[in-house]
């Protein structure tokens, strides 16, 4: 027999269907693996070549570890709530649930043809309620919990009503971190005032504390969308998704306090094998810096001015102290002989924007305010001045002034040459500040010797040692959005009672999506649950906003591990068993989002007890991205020049504007041929007067497409042209006839051509519908089978790579598999008809070594 | 194989096995003690395919259970090795020899070859220093 990949394939999916070959059971008698991938959102546009990269890797391991020994969890599901079918069925009226069972459908048959051994009994769909029953409760838990920073972990709210029936809250524990800087601080009060609070009082006080939290906030509200996106959904303004604008907006708000887990969240990264890039953009996201807050004490006042700083270990070459103009001490510790000149500065600076005032460097304005305060080792006198290029609203308002460390203080020591000295190693304080973290520190007594980074640590523990000062760390991370004004997305088990949000009873669950007559907000600007008629908790009001994208992704895991289970999310023998997922896989660009949020999920249900693991990932692996080639017509833009000039000849070369249309599909030939013809006398001319530097034809051709390209001739912005429209084998050109009939609304643009194609830029990118560039897997499978698609896909380089896809390099792959059969196959001499491979398999050896 | 597994450096891994190929197919190879384990370790990338074979070699139950082969450590030792030969420390010519040779017989061969005895223009070396694996000199 021949190689017949199809025959073969289509008879083993079904034998493995029939047989249930990868159905896994929890056998505790074998060592488990668990191989997860990150679940795919069922777009309506399928599969591309490039989604199954990373399935295709983690299969390889997934066989790989049960030819090894190991009892395999591999399963698949769908991430099946999401904006674009929604945004669908607000243009089609057709139900978001509809469009996701079809697309679904679409996505199986794609992933069955690959050959993949998932175990598909155990397939979660975060849109079915038995799935997100579950991922409403896991909200209730979040809702019913708070953070205790003293014990480092989430308790229930319970255990805090009887705190504060018993102690009140003092607020200076740190337990109370309220999470939302933007609140009211909220006020002390003690055992008593706690019984005497009603219960809205009381229930409004808790909220404050819950680890799922309605505030007043700012949100990132995107009209266009309808919806408040997260900080992470938002890049330089405008949404992610679309890159329509966003606005700023205060309006009441869901949010999770991801930040009580901050420190958690960074010191878990220590131990996962991830890829440094994800831990470092997990960091950065985080951003934890720590400084120190030191007080400088006034010379002959009962004050002190606090500064805050992230480099304490300067603190030896601290020249000025510079106080915002905004500064509250300003007026009290500036002499009577000073007051007038300082008073005009401060009046005249705070009319300049925040933004100016940081942006404008050059400019250096300031006044020293006559005071004095005391530094905090040295005990010398330090002057304090007013300077702009302090801001009011960020930290305490002043800075300590380091010139030989940092170069804002450094180009206000120089205008108004206070002395400095240097503070680290072998610098030259006359050419600027040195910034460096690798520095030495010198001049600075018991620092002196040590780097940056051990230099910190050390100056703040001096300082904590003589109460001046004291640690202080900061964190970048803000709570995270969770409603949304969306309708395809889970119901947050909430209803309202006197205006305060009580979680539905666990009995309860699941709070179904409702119907609804149309997926949009309501007149009013309520969101689309709004509309839902008869929908109501016992008489009670419902909340309306759903559920982010991020939730159901953010326990999925674990639902894999028992999926049938109606009592619990997952049974605690299938937890025990499998544990945390051996090896993840997935792309890069959920680092800040999905990665984040769904480490953060397993730490809280670890701090509860429900997990005996608090990192749900040991080791990520991410793949590279396979890109599609686009094409980009160069489109004409008729004010620009018209001529050109090739650098070797003198005269200019006419290509009007008028050459160019009779160049269009459809316009007199007799024009176009003037043009070549007047082209080609032009060259000739040239040829015949320089010949040594005679061009050719295809030489003035490349020189002419270089010029176009080049030139500001053609518009910048894109069009793409279909990639089956790409005449084959030539790189660089469309074929005109098939373009303009894929492009009816470009019919009449004026492109660039030459011959009869358009010219076009080719290039490599992320391969999207849109961009016409997608290659389909289901093509190759058809032509090539799936087992030479998934050796071509690893065969394309380095996993976590990016690269091109190339369907030209197909072949060899394709050609290895023949052989590799083959070499199991006699070519038969009588057989010369049926081409040249193998027709009878011819392994020698007696059959099968070991029965198996 | 394995290793590249382990580390995901699959494309390694195709690699190393179109070399395989190449390299049986030369041999027209039918040993099933080769092409067995060679199928199982397949199997992951190309399961299909693996599976016919399986079957055809006279297996009933999948190859999805088949146990990973093993690698033989003595298939992987290379035969001979290509010794630098340097004189007073300066490497002047690479000579190839079985590594079942003693450092005598190393040291003999090495002074029997026609280019090793041009250089020493007839003269006796002084020392002749035979590092088995790593490298021969000759001290002039």
Request: charged share 40%.
């Given at each position: 027999m021949a190689y017949e990949h199809k025959r073969i394939e289509e008879k083993w999916r079904k034998h493995w269907k029939d047989a249930k070959t990868y159905r896994v059971e929890n056998d505790t008698a074998k060592p488990k693996y668990y191989v997860l991938d990150m679940f795919p959102y069922p777009s309506g546009a399928g599969l591309h070549v490039g989604h199954p990269l990373g399935y295709i890797a983690s299969d390889i391991v997934a066989r790989y570890k049960r030819h090894s020994g190991f009892n395999v969890l591999h399963p698949m599901g769908y991430d099946s709530f999401g904006l674009p079918a929604e945004q669908y069925a607000i243009q089609t009226g057709q139900h978001p649930a509809k469009t996701t069972e079809v697309n679904i459908a679409r996505y199986r048959e794609q992933l069955d043809r690959i050959g993949f051994s998932f175990d598909w009994s155990r397939e979660v769909r975060t849109s079915d309620p038995a799935y997100y029953k579950w991922t409403q409760w896991i909200f209730l838990q979040l809702f019913e919990s708070w953070y205790d920073h003293a014990a480092q972990k989430a308790r229930p709210i319970q255990e805090l009503v009887e705190r504060f029936e018993k102690?009140?809250?003092?607020?200076?524990?740190?337990?109370?971190?309220?999470?939302?800087?933007?609140?009211?601080p909220l006020t002390q009060f003690s055992h008593s005032d706690w019984a005497t609070f009603s219960e809205k009082h009381q229930q409004q006080i808790l909220l404050r504390f819950r680890l799922a939290y309605l505030s007043e906030a700012w949100v990132n509200w995107c009209p266009a969308l309808g919806t408040v996106l997260a900080n992470d959904e938002v890049k330089d303004g405008v949404s992610e998704r679309g890159g329509h604008p966003v606005e700023r907006k205060r309006m009441p708000q869901w949010s999770m306090r991801i930040t009580a887990y901050a420190q958690r969240l960074l010191d878990g990264l220590n131990d996962v094998d991830w890829s440094e890039s994800i831990k470092e953009a997990q960091r950065n996201w985080i951003g934890r810096s720590e400084g120190a807050l030191i007080r400088f004490p006034m010379a002959e006042r009962s004050e002190a001015i606090e500064v805050f700083t992230t480099r304490p270990d300067t603190i030896f070459g601290v020249s000025f102290v510079t106080l915002a103009p905004?500064?509250?001490l300003i007026e009290k510790i500036t002499p009577a002989e000073n007051r007038a000149e300082v008073m005009a500065y401060v009046t005249q600076a705070k009319n300049r924007s925040e933004r100016e005032r940081l942006t404008d460097v050059k400019k250096v304005s300031g006044v020293f305010t006559g005071a004095y305060v005391k530094h905090p080792f040295t005990h010398l006198d330090i002057p304090v001045w007013v300077g702009d290029y302090v801001l009011g609203g960020y930290g305490t308002g002043a800075v300590m002034a380091v010139p030989a460390g940092d170069q804002r203080d450094w180009n206000f020591a120089t205008h108004f040459k206070i002395p400095f000295v240097a503070v680290t190693e072998n610098w030259d304080i006359s050419t600027g500040a040195?910034?460096?973290?690798?520095a030495t520190l010198t001049n600075s007594v018991f620092l002196n010797g040590l780097k940056v980074a051990d230099a910190i640590p050390r100056a703040i523990d001096e300082l904590e040692a003589k109460g001046v000062g004291e640690r202080r760390i900061n964190f970048r991370l803000r709570d995270a959005a969770f409603g949304r004004q969306r309708y395809w997305g889970e119901p947050i088990p909430i209803y309202y009672k006197d205006g305060v949000p009580y979680g539905v009873a666990e009995g309860d669950l699941p709070v179904v999506l409702p119907e609804v007559d149309k997926f949009l907000p309501t007149e009013d600007g309520e969101p689309p649950l709004a509309r839902a008629t008869n929908w109501n908790y016992k008489g009670l009001p419902y909340e309306t906003t759903t559920m982010p994208g991020w939730a159901g992704s953010s326990w999925y895991f674990l639902r894999y591990?028992?999926?049938?289970?109606?009592?619990?999310?997952?049974s605690p023998e299938a937890i025990n068993y499998w544990q945390q997922v051996d090896l993840y896989v997935g792309g890069s660009e959920h680092a800040t989002g999905h990665l984040l949020y769904f480490r953060f999920w397993t730490k809280f249900l670890h701090d509860r007890g429900w997990l005996p693991f608090d990192e749900p990932a040991k080791k990520l692996m991410n793949q590279g991205m396979i890109q599609g080639v686009s094409a980009e017509l160069l489109r004409w833009k008729p004010e620009s020049q018209t001529t050109g000039t090739h650098?070797?000849?003198?005269t200019k070369i006419y290509w009007s504007y008028e050459y160019y249309l009779a160049l269009l599909p459809g316009s007199a030939s007799d024009q176009r041929d003037l043009f070549k013809r007047n082209y080609e006398a032009e060259v000739a001319r040239f040829n015949r007067e320089h010949p040594a530097e005679a061009i050719h034809d295809s030489s003035a051709r490349a020189w002419m497409n270089a010029w176009m390209m080049s030139s500001d001739t053609f518009e910048t912005s894109r069009v793409l042209a279909p990639i089956e429209n790409i005449i084959p084998g030539s790189v660089g050109t469309v074929d005109v006839q098939k373009a303009a009939e894929a492009l009816p609304e470009f019919r009449d643009a004026f492109f660039f051509k030459w011959d009869n194609s358009f010219l076009a830029n080719r290039p490599v990118e992320k391969m999207s519908k849109s961009k016409f560039n997608v290659v389909n897997p289901d093509d190759i499978i058809e032509k090539y089978g799936a087992d030479t698609l998934r050796l071509y896909e690893m065969f394309l380089g380095p996993i976590e790579q990016s690269k091109p896809w190339d369907t030209n390099g197909i072949e060899g792959t394709s050609r290895f598999l023949k052989k590799f059969w083959n070499l199991f196959h006699l070519r038969s001499p009588k057989l010369p008809s049926e081409g040249d491979e193998g027709e009878i398999f011819t392994v020698t050896d007696e059959a099968p070594r070991s029965p198996n | 194989m394995t290793e590249d597994i382990e580390k995901m450096s699959f494309n390694t891994s195709v690699s190393q096995f179109m070399i395989a190929v190449n390299e049986l197919a030369a041999l027209k190879c039918t040993k099933r003690a080769v092409l067995e384990p060679l199928t199982v370790a397949l199997a992951p990338f190309a399961p299909h395919i693996a599976e016919e074979l399986w079957s055809l070699l006279g297996h009933t139950a999948s190859v999805t259970g088949a146990q990973w082969p093993q690698w033989d450590a003595q298939h992987l030792v290379e035969d001979n090795f290509s010794y630098p030969i340097s004189f007073n420390g300066k490497t002047r010519l690479q000579l190839e020899f079985p590594i079942a040779l003693s450092k005598e017989e190393v040291e003999a061969a090495v002074l029997a070859n026609p280019e090793v005895q041009s250089r020493l223009e007839g003269k006796a070396p002084k020392k002749v220093i035979v590092v088995p694996k790593r490298i021969v000199n000759i001290v002039v």
């Open positions: 102690h009140g809250w003092t607020g200076d524990d740190d337990s109370a971190i309220t999470g939302n800087e933007e609140l009211d905004e500064h509250e040195d910034e460096s973290k690798e591990m028992d999926p049938q289970n109606e009592g619990r999310f997952a650098p070797g000849l003198r | -």
